[in-house]
């Protein structure tokens, strides 16, 4: 129970690494806010944490949108009173696409879904947290470029958006640290998902040791866990790559 009287706000928690943070959150006793941009698996999500004695809010919400960021954290603040934990998991892949093939829509989507919202959500989130923990999920790519030019930058960025706000908060109560997985299998990188990945990622591939097993998206959640308990209430600012070693 290494939450139990905490609230904590996942992002993109209808599949892959947030809906297993989700359950294992719940496990530990938090009580969830849950937001996706799809109601019906949120619910089936919800149902699935109350008959195992959890307590869990859904938001079916665009976080692309500011005004849908401060909704979430107004309704979450309505609901339970306050906000604990913050764990900033909603994303998009990128196909892969390196800069020459990378149009402009293409890159505004990519930096609005995977960078531009967590500013929106963790802004609208620090003017209601008195303390607690804010977990920002980046990505292997992020730390060594080895994805899309729009990903790449993306995850990068939110590197450098944590350690900001880490220094902003310390001593105040509010800890800022980064989760960075590695190759896990979810909906973002299913076979078909792949297919349509630009022959970059095979150039990109060459620079890890892909002959390495995968990581599960259980233990994503666990390394976020870690972050947002207690557990490591001396650590801020800090990024922790996930990936079994492929990159090392």
């Given at each position: 129970m290494r939450l139990q009287n905490k609230v904590a706000i996942i992002t993109g928690a209808s599949s892959g690494i947030g809906e297993k943070t989700a359950e294992l959150f719940a496990?530990?006793?938090?009580?969830?806010?849950?937001?996706?941009?799809?109601?019906?698996?949120?619910?089936?999500?919800?149902?699935?944490?109350?008959?195992?004695?959890?307590?869990?809010?859904?938001?079916?919400?665009?976080?692309?949108?500011?005004?849908?960021?401060?909704?979430?954290?107004?309704?979450?603040?309505?609901?339970?009173?306050?906000?604990?934990?913050?764990?900033?998991?909603?994303?998009?892949?990128?196909?892969?696409?390196?800069?020459?093939?990378?149009?402009?829509?293409?890159?505004?989507?990519?930096?609005?879904?995977?960078?531009t919202s967590v500013f929106y959500l963790t802004k609208a989130a620090l003017e209601k947290m008195n303390k607690g923990s804010i977990v920002n999920v980046s990505s292997i790519g992020g730390v060594f470029g080895s994805a899309g030019i729009s990903y790449s930058a993306a995850k990068s960025a939110l590197l450098g958006m944590t350690k900001n706000v880490a220094i902003q908060y310390a001593g105040k109560g509010i800890r800022c640290n980064a989760v960075c997985p590695g190759p896990t299998p979810t909906e973002l990188n299913t076979p078909d998902k792949l297919a349509t990945f630009d022959d970059f990622a095979k150039q990109c591939a060459k620079h890890m040791n892909m002959s390495l097993p995968e990581t599960r998206a259980e233990e994503q959640a666990q390394a976020i866990l870690f972050f947002a308990s207690d557990e490591s209430s001396g650590v801020t600012g800090q990024v922790l790559v996930v990936d079994n070693g492929i990159t090392l």
């Open positions: 496990a530990e006793g938090a009580t969830l806010v849950i937001v996706a941009r799809r109601r019906e698996r949120l619910e089936r999500l919800a149902e699935k944490i109350r008959r195992q004695g959890g307590e869990v809010k859904v938001i079916a919400a665009d976080i692309t949108s500011e005004s849908e960021c401060r909704r979430v954290i107004r309704e979450s603040i309505e609901a339970f009173g306050n906000i604990d934990i913050l764990v900033n998991n909603a994303g998009i892949a990128d196909k892969h696409l390196p800069i020459t093939k990378c149009s402009t829509a293409w890159w505004d989507e990519v930096i609005l879904t995977d960078q």
